[in-house]
């Protein structure tokens, strides 16, 4: 099942700060975080595992509750790069990612 | 350079026709994957395969066909395109074992539109 993303867009002004949050109704081995702009691949940010391990990027952070069966992805003083949709992905049951259906983020100068 | 490469960039053709979208990889990755994206709906996976001679369906396969004779390609085909399958489709690979704890890297995509 789809998790799901919140919130659905958001726009902020540069060094203001963000938060997106993924939910799943499953319980949760682990969250994929990926940024994609416009017309352009989804990038890699960050792995969050279960037991608080954590791979990926060095200016973003995130956190992974189990029990809440969610994820969130802290943008702290926002740059004008940090603009893109935002998707977070959770493995189904043959241990495929499943993604949700992003969360839009504008920055503006 | 390594890396995972796309082909075409853009292709239109028209219902009905055959279609078949390349994805190329250098880094030896196990793990290979196609998705579609549709505005609203992000990225929804339609096979994947764990190596060479090995797929698997993933969310939405009907009307494709994918085949991996060798670890570096993994070609998508479209057997007899219909205008529901205009859309954005990525290949990505990763390493990995089957457990999702390895980032995937995308190619550029295929914007594919069909008439």
């Known amino acids: 099942q789809q998790p799901v993303q919140s919130p659905q867009a958001v726009i902020l002004r540069e060094g203001e700060d963000a938060v997106i949050n993924c939910s799943s109704s499953?319980?949760?081995?682990?969250v994929h975080w990926y940024r994609q702009k416009h017309g352009e691949a989804p990038v890699f940010l960050m792995i969050?595992?279960?037991g608080g391990e954590q791979k990926g990027h060095e200016k973003i952070s995130a956190s992974f509750n189990e029990k809440k069966q969610q994820s969130s992805l802290y943008l702290t003083a926002s740059q004008l790069s940090y603009s893109g949709t935002y998707f977070c992905?959770?493995?189904?049951?043959?241990?495929?990612?499943?993604w949700g259906a992003g969360t839009k983020l504008i920055i503006k100068p | 350079d390594a890396g995972i490469t796309q082909s075409p960039r853009y292709k239109i053709t028209e219902t009905g026709r055959q279609v078949t979208l390349m994805c190329h990889q250098t880094?030896?990755?196990?793990?290979m994957f196609w998705y579609r994206q549709d505005l609203g709906h992000g990225l929804r996976l339609i096979y994947y395969?764990?190596?060479?001679?090995?797929?698997d369906k993933g969310e939405v396969p009907d009307g494709y066909v994918v085949s991996r004779s060798k670890t570096e390609n993994f070609p998508l085909t479209l057997e007899s395109a219909t205008r529901s399958q205009t859309s954005v489709y990525f290949c990505?690979?990763?390493?990995?074992?089957?457990?999702?704890?390895?980032?995937?890297?995308f190619g550029d995509g295929t914007r594919l539109s069909i008439l």
């Open positions: 992905g959770t493995p189904d049951s043959n241990y495929q990612l499943i």
């Open positions: 499953k319980a949760l081995y682990s």
């Open positions: 969050l595992l279960k």
């Open positions: 880094w030896s990755h196990s793990y």
């Open positions: 395969s764990a190596a060479a001679d090995i797929t």
């Open positions: 990505a690979s990763s390493e990995g074992t089957g457990a999702p704890n390895q980032p995937q890297h």
